[in-house]
């Protein structure tokens, strides 16, 4: 284990998933990248993630059910919605980071982090 802090990204897709890893390695975490909701639930007894990202648009189990359950299992976890959906259609989170997702954007989230 490096000692950063892990953010938990949950995005189907693969070059979304690759441009939050650079942006995260960046701010100081690692990433622990799962390309469906089944992954990253499945993954919940080896992770401990500060900061979890996650599409609302996911095959399978919905972005929106995935983020409950993120919150259930992890409620210390600052929960980021990130979707092309209009923000107002987001579920309860503690921020919205609505895509074309840039740096800035999740600078400014993670400035908000506890880590």
């Not at 259609?89 to 954007?105: H, R």
Request: charged share 25%; hydrophobic share 50%.
């Amino acid at each position: 284990m490096s000692g950063r802090p892990l953010a938990l990204v949950v995005e189907d897709a693969v070059d979304q998933a690759a441009l939050l890893r650079r942006y995260l390695d960046r701010e100081g975490f690692d990433a622990f990248i799962a390309l469906d909701a089944e992954s990253a639930i499945a993954a919940f007894d080896e992770i401990d993630p500060v900061l979890a990202v996650i599409d609302l648009l996911l095959p399978g189990i919905s972005g929106q059910e995935c983020a409950r359950r993120v919150q259930e299992r992890f409620p210390e976890c600052f929960l980021v919605i990130s979707s092309v959906l209009d923000a107002a259609d987001y579920p309860p989170a503690d921020a919205a980071l609505p895509k074309p997702i840039t740096g800035a954007d999740l600078r400014a989230i993670v400035d908000r982090v506890t880590r």
